[in-house]
């Protein structure tokens, strides 16, 4: 079992950046694909970015993509997400989950991750 927190949420103006981190508890930390997804008031949960196990391939949103990077370091058990270029459009809860599936690809779908962190909120003013 894996249990996740996310931090580095905040307020920031258009244009600016923030750091989220998501930190895992548990020993086979390495052994999961993590996503990050978010989710905006009204609107469903969608996919912004994941990363497969050795932290090898990234894959984005096109939404984000060329603004948002995702990174792991399996030493720390923690998962980043780098936001550059933040716009108003980007305002949600942003979560962090994790894939235990066989597959070597990360699910771009929030139903095929086991383990959810309890979100953290980002808000890009205009």
């Known amino acids: 079992q894996v249990q996740l927190v996310e931090s580095g949420g905040g307020l920031v103006q258009a244009g600016g950046s923030l750091r989220l981190s998501c930190v895992a508890s548990?020993?086979?930390?390495?052994?999961?694909?993590i996503g990050w997804f978010r989710q905006a008031p009204g609107k469903e949960r969608e996919f912004v970015a994941a990363?497969?196990?050795?932290?090898?391939?990234?894959y984005y949103a096109d939404s984000v993509k060329g603004r948002f990077t995702i990174s792991r370091d399996n030493a720390k058990n923690t998962v980043y997400l780098q936001m550059n270029s933040l716009k108003p459009e980007d305002t949600a809860i942003y979560y962090c989950?994790?894939?235990?599936?066989?597959?070597?690809?990360?699910?771009?779908?929030?139903?095929?991750?086991?383990?959810w962190g309890q979100g953290t909120q980002v808000t890009v003013s205009s």
């Open positions: 989950a994790a894939d235990g599936s066989s597959s070597g690809i990360p699910a771009r779908v929030p139903s095929l991750y086991d383990y």
């Open positions: 548990g020993r086979t930390f390495s052994s999961y694909k």
């Open positions: 990363t497969r196990r050795s932290g090898s391939a990234t």
